[in-house]
T-cell receptor, first 110, second 120 residues
């Protein structure tokens, strides 16, 4: 099993839709989790950290399920500008060394 | 957010030459810097982790003699691709994390804009 797994997609959704991505991780000792967004041929940008209690920032909600070892990202009221690749990042257990998922591609169309 | 710069943003070189890429944290002190490589349509692959003042820790399969990393100060790390070959052509990205400045968190990384290397 890969350390961090994501469905590569693409997810094609209309504007205004709600879309959710999951990311599973294999190391149960991992403590830090993040979602990054990467646009084509650009560097990743931090979208949000994922806390045990969940985290919400506007239209974006992130959740952590330790028992099942996955994190999720929910995007409400999708905008065209949300089109990007969403990267799941999990720090290795007991360290700050990150492992990136392959990314999930989201395409929001009019 | 915290600002990380990279230079150059792109470089084209002949096979056999060495290329140096700089990564700077502009508004915080980066105790740790990471170097990644990303091939088209693939995920970021961590190459090495460097802490200021100590030797870099390389990921398995990454040749330390080919990819020289220097993290001489809390705001600068360099990656030198020695004797570059066409298969080294890739998008190289650095990130930085620190415990000082406006974003004190060793967990959260901030990425530079990347350097696109093309070796002919």
């Amino acid at each position: 099993r890969k350390e961090v797994e994501q469905d590569p997609g693409p997810f094609n959704v209309p504007e205004g839709a709600t879309v959710a991505f999951n990311c599973t991780y294999s190391n149960s000792a991992s403590q830090s989790f993040f979602w990054y967004r990467q646009d084509c041929r650009k560097e990743p940008k931090l979208l949000m950290s994922v806390y045990s209690s969940g985290n919400e920032d506007g239209r974006f909600t992130a959740q952590l399920n330790r028992a099942s070892q996955y994190i999720s990202l929910l995007i409400r009221d999708s905008k065209l500008s949300d089109s990007a690749t969403y990267l799941c990042v999990v720090n290795r257990g007991g360290s700050y060394i990150p492992t990136f998922g392959r990314g999930t591609s989201l395409i929001v169309h009019p | 957010g915290a600002v990380v710069s990279q230079h150059p943003s792109w470089v084209i070189c002949k096979s056999g030459t060495s290329v140096k890429i700089e990564c700077r944290s502009l508004d915080f002190q980066a105790t740790t810097m990471f170097w990644y490589r990303q091939f088209p349509k693939q995920s970021l692959m961590l190459m090495a982790t460097s802490n200021e003042g100590s030797k870099a820790t390389y990921e398995q399969g990454v040749e330390k003699d080919k990819f020289l990393i220097n993290h001489a100060s809390l705001t600068l790390s360099t990656l030198t691709v020695t004797s570059a070959h066409p298969e080294d052509s890739s998008f190289y990205i650095c990130s930085a994390a620190g415990t000082s400045g406006p974003h004190p968190s060793t967990d959260t990384q901030y990425f530079g804009p990347g350097t696109r290397l093309t070796v002919l």
